[in-house]
T-cell receptor, first 115, second 113 residues
């Protein structure tokens, strides 16, 4: 079945460092891909998404490019801030889920940024 | 707009007790979902409702029941709570299959002793 694999955490970086969180997927057809973020004590919120190959999603300085050839959707940010400390989830929604937008989530990567 | 709301925020139960988690959305969304979040396991889908009047099992439905009361409300019931159901529960909603972003509530932290 469809699945998402993302790098295990926790990831600890200093402020202004470059961030990469790796994500690869297995899916039939052409899924939509997402990054969700969960701040402490809150629910998940959509950070960015891409719906077809070579699309780049971006938001709040974060970017991810839908790479069909490598089945990847890695999250990047050029200069992280303390406020970026959160848990990040990679996810996919496949076209086979026609009756509802079911989403498959990765296990999450906890990111901590040191001042 | 409140988005997706959940009650209660916290709950402690004893083994064998029952309870219902409530969820409501004010975005006129068709589909609603219940997830549980456990450490190191991401989110797992318990049940979902593609539209008012329909419900379907997700990945981990055992021990739970759901009711889609109307378009706004989707409740999750634990008939006889077990320690293995200690988790954080999230409700979510989405508009249509072609706009597949899900919007999440703030969660309910449940402990079963």
């Amino acid at each position: 079945g469809d699945s998402v694999t993302q790098m295990e955490g926790p990831v600890t970086l200093s402020e202004e460092a470059f961030l990469t969180i790796n994500c690869t997927y297995t899916a039939t057809g052409y899924p939509s891909l997402f990054w969700y973020v969960q701040y402490p004590g809150e629910g998940l919120q959509l950070l960015l998404k891409a719906t077809k190959a070579d699309d780049k999603g971006s938001n709040k300085g974060f970017e991810a490019t839908y790479r069909k050839e490598t089945t990847s959707f890695h999250l990047e940010k050029g200069s992280v801030q303390v406020s970026d400390s959160a848990v990040y989830f990679c996810a996919l929604s496949g076209p086979s889920y026609s009756s509802a937008s079911k989403i498959i989530f990765g296990s999450g990567t906890r990111l901590s940024i040191r001042p | 707009n409140a988005g997706v709301t959940q009650t209660p925020k916290f709950q402690v139960l004893k083994t064998g007790q029952s309870m219902t988690l409530q969820c409501a959305q004010d975005m006129n969304h068709n589909s609603m979902y219940w997830y549980r979040q456990d450490p190191g396991m991401g989110l797992r889908l318990i049940y979902y409702s593609a539209s008012e009047g329909t419900t379907d099992k997700g990945e981990v439905p055992n021990g739970y029941n759901v009711s889609r009361l109307n378009k706004r409300e989707f409740s999750l019931r634990l008939e006889s709570a077990a320690p293995s159901q200690t988790s954080v529960y999230f409700c979510a909603s989405s508009g249509t299959p072609t706009n597949n972003e899900q919007f999440f509530g703030p969660g309910t932290r449940l402990t079963v002793l």
